[in-house]
């Protein structure tokens, strides 16, 4: 059986004093149940984040991270200083680092590759334009995205691998991929995994959705046979909104 994951993603929000309320007040409304809940503040606030959550329920990522172990990238972090700081996943190829930032498939493959050698899970998006969809291109962009994202990768490495299948148009715009299209889209995700790496892998990879999820939608999507979880943007800045999802 696959752990259910619910993952908040603070994208560039929260100083260090805010994540610090945000976490108080969160801590105590989740609760124990058979899931993993991970929240994933700014590169800085995550030393702070890191000591409040120790001997919580709730696990530690981060929104991003270079390959390289360390040496002269201005403004990068390295894998080592999240691992130090006790961060255990790692979002990569979000689709704001790719249409904003310009990550390409190779780089973020790069990034996958070395966050599974630093025992790190990565949590690999992939989602398609509003264009792509309607010009049904959809499997074709989700294809070229997790061949990429996971080229030259071998099996034994991929137990700690999470996917998020994240349609760009319904980000932060307030409409859900109905629950039938993203169970449709994770299905043939774990189809692609299942010829790539075998049965094992594409039945055990926990692949979650990620769009506009709140509390009002989350069970539904937590319904569907292929969804193991979500990737949750707006509503996981919420204590309140995040941890209804959380309980959902
Ligand atoms: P929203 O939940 O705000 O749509 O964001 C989703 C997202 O990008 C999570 O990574």
Request: net charge negative; aromatic share 6%; glycine share 10%.
């Amino acid at each position: 059986m696959r752990k259910p994951i619910i993952a908040g993603n603070w994208k560039m929000h929260n100083t260090i004093g805010e994540a610090r309320e945000l976490i108080e007040a969160l801590l105590p409304l989740i609760e124990k149940r058979e899931r993993e809940v991970i929240v994933c503040p700014s590169f800085v606030c995550l030393s702070e984040a890191s000591k409040l959550l120790k001997g919580s329920d709730v696990t530690l990522g981060a929104q991003n991270m270079h390959y390289e172990d360390k040496g002269a990238y201005t403004g990068e972090v390295s894998p080592l200083f999240l691992k130090e700081i006790g961060v255990s996943y790692v979002i990569l190829g979000h689709s704001e680092r790719r249409h904003i930032f310009g990550e390409k498939d190779d780089l973020i493959n790069n990034k996958v590759k070395s966050a599974l050698k630093h025992g790190l899970n990565p949590i690999l998006c992939v989602g398609e334009t509003l264009k792509e969809r309607e010009k049904d291109n959809t499997f074709e962009i989700i294809q070229t995205q997790i061949y990429g994202g996971l080229a030259g990768l071998e099996n034994e490495n991929l137990a700690k691998l999470v996917i998020a299948y994240e349609p760009v148009w319904a980000i932060g715009t307030g409409k859900t991929a109905t629950k039938e299209d993203a169970n449709e889209v994770i299905a043939y995700i774990r189809r692609l995994l299942s010829e790539k790496f075998g049965d094992e892998i594409g039945y055990n990879t926990r692949i979650l959705y990620g769009g506009s999820v709140k509390p009002s939608n989350i069970k539904e999507l937590m319904e569907m046979k292929e969804i193991d979880g979500a990737l949750v943007g707006g509503a996981s800045l919420k204590a309140e909104d995040f941890s209804k999802i959380a309980n959902y």
